[in-house]
T-cell receptor, first 111, second 116 residues
Framework: QKEVEQNSGPLSVPEGAIASLNCTYS??????FFWYRQYSGKSPELIMS????GDKEDGRFTAQLNKASQYVSLLIRDSQPSDSATYLC???????????FGPGTSLSVIP | DTEVTQTPKHLVMGMTNKKSLKCEQH?????MYWYKQKAKKPPELMFV???????INESVPSRFSPECPNSSLLNLHLHALQPEDSALYLC???????????????FGDGTRLSIL
């Protein structure tokens, strides 16, 4: 059973702080990793993709991947109230034509 | 604004009605997906079309019937739904189809479906 797990929420951080979201996956064959942001009542929005070990930065967002530990994380620097949303970790492997979503972590940024 | 367009945005129907959800993308993507999402849960895959052929059916009840008329369009036909089918229905697309590819999926805004 291919599974994706995320740190349980809700996660609350003060405005301006760093929010750290974590995700682990069970399938060692996984090749592609995605972070989606979903506001309440809206559809998921892709914010980061990462495919290789290491860090990938895009503005205030940094994704980190460690395939040996089967771990992927998302750091949000200088968190803003507008970052308050549910963050979904998604994992895809070469051997199957679908993305496996984690349960999501709810983030609340307190002004 | 999303490049995957879903209509209608909201749909209320009775259990004996027949309706259809529509999804359209003009990005040249070759894979299209239907997801169902209940409140506070992640999207749950229903169907995958790859190069206009159904490649994955996640044991979805037959009251949901997908159709892919061409590479840009995806429909979901609904008939005799149950109240527990009330959910947000999401369409997504990705560039590659088949068992290869590593590109992410791009979601439409979804259709909020309520079954009376």
């Amino acid at each position: 059973q291919k599974e994706v797990e995320q740190n349980s929420g809700p996660l609350s951080v003060p405005e301006g702080a760093i929010a750290s979201l974590n995700c682990t996956y069970s399938d060692r064959g996984s090749q592609s990793f995605f972070w989606y942001r979903q506001y309440s009542g809206k559809s998921p929005e892709l914010i980061m993709s990462i495919y290789s070990n290491g860090d990938k930065e895009d503005g205030r967002f940094t994704a980190q991947l460690n395939k040996a530990s089967q771990y992927v994380s998302l750091l949000i620097r200088d968190s803003q109230p507008s970052d308050s949303a549910t963050y979904l970790c998604a994992v895809k492997g070469w051997s199957y034509d679908k993305v496996i979503f984690g349960p999501g972590t709810s983030l609340s940024v307190i002004p | 604004d999303t490049e995957v367009t879903q209509t209608p945005k909201h749909l209320v129907m009775g259990m004996t009605n027949k309706k259809s959800l529509k999804c359209e993308q003009h990005m040249g993507h070759r894979a299209m997906y239907w997801y169902k999402q209940k409140a506070k849960k992640p999207p749950e895959l229903m169907f995958v079309y790859s190069y206009e052929k159904l490649s994955i059916n996640e044991s979805v009840p037959s009251r949901f019937s997908p159709e892919c008329p061409n590479s840009s369009l995806l429909n979901l036909h609904l008939h005799a739904l149950q109240p527990e089918d009330s959910a947000l229905y999401l369409c997504a697309s990705s560039p590659e189809g088949g068992n290869v590819g590593n590109q992410p999926q791009h979601f439409g805004d979804g259709t909020r479906l309520s079954i009376l």
